[in-house]
């Protein structure tokens, strides 16, 4: 028999076990019938990103805020049971590097996959090339890796949008905002989770105030929290003090001799700011 033929052989009695044959012209290997990972449809229609989207939706609201001085990000923690022990660390706001962090809404568990990417890519970055990663090529990687979930089959989108708060020598503050797809855009204010429409209108109006131009009618960084403790009383539900404290995570990123400072909020800090804000709105009310 020659080597044609016990090909051949090998390959007609093989595609009764494997359903299919691959010729190679050095090679005859089988195809399985069942299908791959890559192989594997989506949902139908395939809406999967536009499912993310609406988890995030309903997730807890995040603020994010640029200031003259500083980023201030400032999230709503969901409280689901007081059985459960409190979390030794935040768990909306991550320090992705030394000059960038970010706010996280949606699943927790996705974010912390991403997460992990960035500051691996972080890291990689400071080792090659003995400085540290501009922030867009930081938020660029993040959101090249979640795109690629959106295009293969057996893998779904993951679940968390994220605002990116970042500083460098260059470009200065920067905010950004992701959604699963892996788009993303830079901001001045922004609010991803739940009712963000509602909060989204309020930066509108009173993000930029004042005369002069744009750096000039940016608010400093108390403006900041103030304005973002406002969004986050317009998107929660009405709340006391006592309670918005419990519920509301402010975090700020400034730069002190040459050096960026991640600080969250204590609560005697963020109580401080949320009732400097009502002893405001108190005379807008009365009047």
């Known amino acids: 028999m020659t080597t044609d033929e016990r090909v051949a052989s090998s390959s007609s009695s093989s595609s009764s076990l494997y359903g299919s044959i691959v010729d190679v012209p050095w090679l005859a290997f089988a195809v399985p019938p069942v299908a791959c990972s890559s192989c594997i449809p989506p949902t139908p229609g395939g809406r999967q990103v536009e ?91 993040v959101c090249n890796y979640k795109q690629f979930y959106t295009q293969r089959g057996g893998l779904r989108p993951f679940g968390v949008s994220f605002l990116f708060a970042g500083y460098d020598e260059e470009h200065g503050f920067q905010l950004y905002q992701s959604d699963p797809s892996g788009n993303y855009s830079g901001w001045k204010a922004t609010v991803i989770g739940s009712n963000n429409q509602a909060g989204k209108s309020l930066l509108k109006s009173d993000y930029i105030a004042g005369e002069g131009t744009d750096d000039e009618r940016i608010p400093n960084l108390q403006e900041a929290l103030k304005l973002a403790v406002k969004v986050l009383n317009r998107t929660m539900d009405g709340t006391t003090t006592a309670a918005a404290v419990e519920k509301m995570e402010l975090f700020t990123l400034t730069v002190e001799d040459g050096k960026c400072v991640h600080h969250i909020l204590k609560k005697e800090e963020a109580q401080q700011v949320i009732e400097s804000v009502e002893a405001e709105a108190a005379p807008a009310g009365d009047a």
Not at 77 to 90: E, Q
Not at 114 to 138: F, H, T
């Open 51 to 141: 499912y993310a989207i609406e988890a995030i939706n309903n997730a807890g609201t995040c603020v994010g805020i640029l200031a003259s001085d500083g980023i201030v990000m400032a999230s709503e923690r969901r409280i689901t049971s007081g059985l459960l022990a409190p979390a030794k660390t935040s768990e909306k706001t991550y320090q992705l590097c030394s000059h960038a962090a970010c706010n996280v809404a949606g699943l927790t568990a996705d974010a912390n996959i991403l997460i992990d990417q960035a500051r691996l890519r972080a890291g990689r970055y400071l080792y090659q090339y003995q400085e540290a990663i501009p922030v867009e090529q930081l938020v660029e990687y």
